[in-house]
C-alpha cells in the first residue's frame, strides 16, 4: 500500500486538520468527537444543514461546509460511519435557533447513526429533519444498504438545499426540497480499478486488468457485472441509459448532468465522459441547462466515473445557481 | 492499459468537445490547429495571455481559459509540445490589440514552438512578449529540459497575470508581474506511481510497490532520488527543504503555499500533506497568507504531490485575490 499518509490511525484526524490550516476562513473543526462547522457556526437566522459519512469521499462532505452549503460534517473512519455523538454534537455546534435538516446518504450505519443523533437533538428541544439520498440505480439492497445506495444526487442536494437555507426558507421547505432533488435524481457508476482502505491495507476487490465493474459502490461494492473493457462512448451509454430509463425522463426534461470522478480518473477522461453523456441526453430531447465536471464523490484512489441526472425546475435551478462558498465549490462570492 | 478513452488518437480533440459543451458559457473550442480560446475572445482592451502544452495535466492549461486568467491555451497530444501553428493561430484569435504574452513551461519542445509562433505573430505585427516558467528546484536539466523543469509556478503566473490583464496592465508590465511570480516562486514534486501514456500503452517508468520517486517531472522524469516510502511528514520535509533554501525564502516573508495533487492522489492526502508543509513553513517564520489545495497541475493518473510556494508582495496579493471564472478555478464571481 503507497499512500501519503503517517498511519491509517491518524488519517482523518491529520487532514482534517490540513483542512482547517488551508481554510480557517470558512470551516472550524472540531475533534474528539470529529466534525467540521462553518466558522461563522451556529447558523445565524437559517436552517442548519448537517450531513456527514465515512471518509475516503472527499471533497463529499467537508470540502462542502460553508456559506451557501452545508453548515456541518461529520467524517467517520475511512468508509466507516461516522458515530452518532459526532452528529449530535455538530448539530448542537450548528443549530440557530431555526433547525437542522440531516441529509443522510443510504448505508444501514449511516442511517442508524444519524436517526439515534435525531433523537438525542430532538430530546434537547431542537426541530429536526431528516432526508436519505437513495439515487443509485445500479441495484437494489446493497454490501452495506437496504434499497438503493445514496451517491452523486448527495452533493447536488447539498449545494441546493444549502441555497434554500440561505434563502431563509423554513425547515419543512428546505427538507421537501431535498426530498425533491432525491426523487429527481438518478445516478450509476462504473469502476477501473478498486481502492485500499488505508487500515486493510490492501485493495477492497481485485478487478483483473482487462475487466470493469458497472454499477459499482462508492465503498466499492459489487455491481451489476463485470465485463471486459469497452470504448468510453459505448461505458458512457451502459450507464446513461438505465438512468433515463429509471424515473423515467421524458423529452423536454431540463436536467443537471453531473459526471464524477471516482478519485483516480484524469480529468481529461472525465470531459470524454461528458461529450457523450450530453450527447446521449440531447438525443433524448433533455435540455442539459447546468453541469458539474469534476471529483466530487470519490473513493479515494478507485478509477472510475459517476455519472448523475437531476431533472430541475425554477426553484432547483435557483437554488443551484445560488452563491456558494466553500473549500471544494465556489460560485457567486 | 485502463482508460476511460475512445482511442488515442481521439481523446485530446473529445476531450475538448466536452469541455466546450459542459463550459460553452466560457469557453470556445477551435478544431485543426486545436486550441481553446475565451467565449468572448478577442481580449477586448486588454493584454491577451496564452499558455499550452502537452495535454494530460488538466486541467492546466485549458480548463484555466476564462475571465480574469488565460484568454487561450493550445493542448498537444499527450506529454507532447503544440505546434506552432496552434500557437499563432490562437494568439490572432485572442489579440485584442494591447498585444500577447505567451507563458511557457521550460520544456525544449514548447519553448521551441512558442519561440517560432511569437516570431509569427510579430511578423504579422503583433506585440509579444514570452516567459518561461522554470520553477522545479528538484533537478537542473532533465529528460526534455535545458535548466530546470516549469511546474506548479505556472498554474499562479497564469491567475496572477489574468488578474494583472484585467486591471489594464500593460503588456510590459504583465509580462513582467509573469517574470516575478516565476523568480518568486519554486516547487517540488514527488510521485508514488508512474502513469501511462494512452498512446505508449505502458506505464511511463517501474516504480517498486515499496519505492517512491523524490523530485520526478510532470511527465515522470526522473527526479532526484528514489526511496522507500516514507510517512507523509516526513515526504513533506524533503520537499520543504530544497524549496525553502533555494531562494532561499527568509523569515517573516509572506507566501502563498500550494498543495498540488498529480492525479490519482485522494484529496485527503493532499491535505495531510498541506498540514505538515503549513507547520514547516510557519516554523521557518513564514507566514502563509493565501493557498491552493487540489489537482491543478497533473500526471494523468499519477499518485503523487508536488509543493509549490510563491512569495506575495501587495501586486501579486492583489492580482491573485482578482476574480477569476474559468473551468477550474472560479472565485468573487
Known sequence: MKKLINSPENLVVEAMEGMEAAHGDLIKAHYNPNF????????KG?????????????????????????????????????????????????????????????????????ELAADLLKAD???????????????????????????GATVLAEKICGGAAAAGLSLKEVADICRKVNAEGRSMG???????VPHVGKPTFDLPEDEIEMGIGIHGEPGRTRMKLQPADKITEMLMDPIITDIPYKSGDEVLLFVNGMGGTPLLELYVIYRKAAAIAKAHGLKVSRNLVGSYITSLEMAGTSITMLKLDDTLRKFWDAPVKTPALRWGV
Chains 1, 2 share one sequence.
Open 125 to 151: 428541544g431542537i426541530e429536526v429533519e431528516s432526508v436519505v439520498i437513495d439515487d443509485d440505480v445500479a441495484v437494489k439492497d446493497s454490501t452495506w444498504t437496504a434499497g438503493r445506495r445514496g451517491v
Open 36 to 43: 467540521i462547522v462553518r466558522a461563522d457556526a451556529p447558523a
Open 46 to 114: 437559517k436552517v442548519a444543514i448537517l450531513s456527514g459519512g465515512g471518509s475516503g469521499h472527499e471533497p463529499l462532505h467537508g470540502g462542502f461546509v460553508g456559506a451557501g452549503m452545508l453548515d456541518g460534517a461529520c467524517p467517520g473512519a475511512v468508509f466507516t460511519s461516522p458515530t452518532p455523538d459526532q452528529m449530535y454534537e455538530a448539530g448542537k455546534a450548528i443549530h440557530g435557533g431555526k433547525g437542522v435538516l440531516l441529509i443522510i446518504k443510504n448505508y444501514t450505519g449511516d442511517v442508524m447513526n444519524f
Open 190 to 196: 462504473v469502476a477501473l480499478t478498486s481502492c485500499t
